[in-house]
């Protein structure tokens, strides 16, 4: 039988958002028509489908529930089954693993819902796939499980959800949190559930439409260098101290020092405290951070890219006390934190090159490896003088405008002085 070519564009209102994803579509299908007759492509177009959304994971507590507990029990156990018969067979393969367990769960355990062990197949693939099939997976007795449309209805709004598991359909009813209050008018697309220290949690991601970017002038431009003395400094002349958080820091990172030299069983239960609080901390601060800035004036933030700052190369050593505050710098939690604030307000993040923003001038752009002295900066060639980290949030800024694309013939001066302010926040 001849295959049917489907392509339907009638009922599709291009728009910016749409173009780039259409003209890919255009490009895929005139190239498998190239390669000939028996290559078809089948296009299933739907204009929901062709809007970019946005997707959030709020969480909350669940009142005890017997069933929910078996049902995860029942699912660590055919978790486990279904990863030592992938590893048995060397095969990470959805269907062939499928087709190896699916009757024998079914048969053993023929309470559990048919859609619940398709997704427990699907998370044991992925972790298959993801260990490469060289080491035995072991599972935990209440492992979390995946839950999709066909296993979970959530209502935010009435604070219902109704969930499969191994004694029918439940009916679960959970108070409200600032999240999900927050998130009430998103749509649930998916969740999973999990047990932590007596208490049974769902984690549910939710989508919204991507609201349309906001277009920017140069002066809506803002730098942001991302230091160790000083967490951010900003090409606005902000600076966000990091005296209390480098003092935490140190105070957390000297009891753990003397933790582990004790080794004691309680040793070890206060190092699993004390780092759970450190972790907190920091994400309570990055937050903060990410929320001062995204809820700034400015409509485009460029960051460095620091992707490859923990990757040095071998030649180059940088010794143990600088690797440890490198470590102990959470560069990375904060960018994601301020992209994802950024783009509910319709707001832009771009990442730039970060070779030689401590050492250009932001004045005249010469740069030499003598024009900076630790925190202060001194042009060789202009004798233009600013602090160091300042300097190099505002070559941020130039090279943000050049990286957004709307660099102008005479670029802006962003090296006139304006009044310097100095923020110092203390973290709950």
């Not at 990863?83 to 024998?104: C, E, P, S, W």
């Not at 060289?134 to 959800?161: E, F, G, H, M, V």
């Not at 070890?268 to 759970?276: A, V």
Request: include cysteine; glycine fraction near 4%; aromatic fraction near 10%.
């Amino acid at each position: 039988m001849e295959a049917k070519r489907i392509c339907n564009f009638n009922d599709i209102s291009l728009n910016t958002e749409t173009t780039l994803c259409f003209n890919f579509i255009l490009l895929s299908y005139a190239t498998i028509n190239f390669l000939g007759n028996k290559a078809w492509l089948f296009i299933f177009l739907r204009k929901k489908s062709l809007i970019l959304s946005m997707i959030r994971t709020i969480q909350l507590r669940l009142p005890k529930n017997d069933s929910l507990l078996k049902t995860l029990r029942i699912n660590a156990q055919i978790y486990q089954q279904i990863v030592n018969a992938g590893y048995q067979n060397k095969t990470f393969n959805k269907n062939k693993l499928h087709r190896l367990t699916y009757k024998k769960i079914r048969k053993k355990y023929s309470n559990f819902p048919s859609a619940l062990i398709q997704s427990v197949r699907d998370v044991a693939s992925e972790a298959l796939k993801q260990t490469k099939l060289k080491k035995k997976i072991k599972s935990r007795p209440n492992s979390a499980l995946r839950c999709d449309k066909r296993t979970i209805r959530i209502n935010l709004k009435d604070n219902i959800a109704t969930m499969s598991s191994v004694s029918g359909r439940q009916k679960l009813y959970f108070q409200q949190n600032r999240q999900s209050l927050k998130y009430s008018d998103w749509k649930p697309i998916a969740a999973t559930l999990s047990y932590k220290k007596g208490n049974l949690f769902l984690n549910i991601a939710v989508e919204r439409e991507t609201p349309p970017k906001i277009i920017a002038n140069d002066y809506e431009i803002l730098g942001i260098d991302r230091g160790i003395k000083n967490i951010l400094v900003s090409s606005n002349n902000q600076f966000f101290n990091s005296k209390h958080f480098r003092k935490v820091k140190c105070k957390y990172q000297y009891l753990r020092k003397m933790l582990q030299s004790k080794g004691t069983a309680s040793a070890r239960r206060k190092l699993k405290k004390i780092s759970g609080r450190e972790r907190r901390f920091v994400t309570d601060t990055n937050h903060i951070l990410s929320k001062i800035i995204a809820e700034s004036d400015f409509k485009v933030f460029a960051l460095e890219n620091l992707s490859k700052i923990r990757r040095p190369k071998k030649e180059i050593c940088l010794g143990k006390k600088f690797n440890r505050k490198i470590g102990n710098w959470s560069f990375g939690q904060f960018e994601v934190f301020l992209k994802y604030k950024t783009e509910v307000l319709g707001k832009h993040v771009c990442l730039v090159n970060p070779r030689n923003t401590s050492r250009k001038c932001s004045g005249c752009g010469h740069t030499e490896t003598k024009n900076r002295h630790g925190s202060s900066f001194k042009c060789r060639k202009c004798l233009f003088e600013l602090h160091a980290d300042l300097n190099a949030s505002r070559n941020i800024a130039i090279l943000g405008i050049t990286e957004y694309g709307r660099l102008s013939v005479n670029p802006p001066n962003v090296t006139v002085e304006l009044p310097v302010t100095s923020l110092s926040f203390q973290c709950r």
